[in-house]
């Protein structure tokens, strides 16, 4: 027998329901390494998502509807990153924001377009594996920033002629990374010496150092995650190593600058943004302002923390509203439209002005210029190393693929 008061009491509630369901959130996935050997990552990049996705609800979301994010820790682990990228494509996310590394954008960013499931990452170095449509990277590649940073050290050092190059041979951006460093610098008329090679988890590099030392260079170029760069420039600080040494920007992200100290000294990297004041850039200001404001309010790093390249991350997510506010989003836009909208507005990006200005690259990757960065140990902080006027702000030719 039905009870006549509980059919009275659903027929109450059913506005609400409506009204829930017409609020529900947009959920958005993101791949960080949460715990482990990249965990420094997590936290730096976490705070600027959070921050963005603060910033959109409060300013009532996408047409009413919240973003909801959801994280998932693949501890710098390629197989996980894929493993999650399937699960957060199941639990109705909307797209997945990274995974990080090189290595694990490599895997997912094909897996992105078999599943039809939007990917957009911030950061990961290898270049020539991104895959539109589904997949979009805005951060440069080293395609771009290893010959641009490099350039900009010649300019700065120009009595540099011999070169030792050495890098994490276990990330898939660390071997590229070592092609890109010979490839630039025989074009800028620089002969390499030695090249060795080591793994994301080494704890000894007496033997890389002292093939290092013995080659003589005027410089080292180096690619490596920040623990294992840490640990090589020790060991060379050590063994008396007192050369100027360009890192590519595996090292301009996370804990790197406040954790090196003395053995930074000569230490240079590139990227696109410091915690520097830019002359006339209200909005970029603003961001930097308000990231060190919360990161030493809701997190344990080091502080001043490392801005870097935060505000991709920030963009990230920014981009991602406005393709969806574009979209017409509304209470009844299933996830799978959702996903399509996203598809498409990756498919036909061409330029991103948010904090950061993006050129889109046939490529699927975004172009931003590079620029030569000084390790700053005493103040624990990245500068630059020319000033403005003295910047090359001629794209490396690979920009334009």
């Not at 996935?29 to 963005?52: D, K, M, Q």
């Not at 804990?255 to 830019?278: D, M, P, Y």
């Not at 302002?289 to 080091?302: F, V």
Request: hydrophobic content about 40%.
């Amino acid at each position: 027998m039905i009870d006549r008061r509980s059919l009275i009491g659903a027929a109450a509630a059913l506005p609400l329901f409506s009204h829930a369901q017409s609020n529900a959130p947009i959920r958005l996935g993101t791949i960080l390494p949460v715990t482990g050997f990249g965990a420094s990552y997590a936290t730096l990049y976490r705070t600027a998502l959070e921050l963005a996705i603060n910033d959109i609800n409060s300013s009532g979301g996408i047409n009413g509807r919240p973003f909801e994010l959801t994280v998932e820790d693949d501890q710098f682990q390629a197989t996980q990153s894929v493993m999650l990228f399937r699960k957060l494509q199941s639990n109705n996310n909307v797209t997945v924001l990274g995974p990080l590394s090189g290595t694990s954008w490599e895997s997912v960013a094909p897996l992105a377009n078999q599943m039809k499931m939007p990917a957009l990452c911030w950061t990961a170095l290898k270049s020539g594996v991104s895959a539109r449509p589904y997949a979009l990277r805005i951060h440069p590649p080293n395609d771009t920033m290893i010959p641009e940073g490099l350039a900009e050290f010649k300019k700065l050092y120009p009595h540099v002629t011999r070169v030792a190059v050495a890098g994490d041979e276990q990330q898939a951006s660390g071997l590229e990374a070592i092609e890109q460093f010979s490839r630039a610098a025989k074009e800028l008329g620089m002969t390499v010496v030695a090249t060795t090679e080591f793994q994301t988890r080494t704890t000894d590099f007496s033997s890389v150092a002292i093939k290092i030392r013995a080659s003589n260079p005027d410089a080292l170029l180096s690619n490596g995650l920040n623990a294992p760069t840490l640990g090589l420039l020790k060991e060379l600080e050590t063994q008396g190593f007192d050369k100027l040494i360009f890192c590519d920007a595996s090292v301009w992200a996370g804990g790197f600058i406040q954790a090196v100290g003395s053995a930074g000294k000569n230490v240079h990297s590139v990227g696109f943004s410091t915690n520097e004041i830019r002359v006339g850039d209200a909005k970029y200001n603003s961001f930097v302002e308000r990231y060190l404001k919360r990161s030493a309010e809701t997190t344990t790093m080091p502080q001043p923390a490392n801005v870097c390249n935060t505000s991709l991350a920030y963009d990230a997510v920014m981009m991602v509203a406005e393709i969806l506010r574009k979209g017409s989003v509304g209470p009844n836009t299933s996830v799978d439209q959702m996903r399509e909208l996203i598809k498409n507005g990756f498919a036909s990006v061409q330029r991103w002005d948010g904090i950061n200005k993006v050129a889109m690259r046939k490529s699927g990757d975004g172009h931003i210029q590079g620029h030569l960065l000084k390790a700053d140990i005493q103040q624990k902080m990245w500068r630059f190393a020319l000033p403005p006027n003295q910047r090359l702000d001629k794209p490396a030719a690979a920009a334009s693929t």
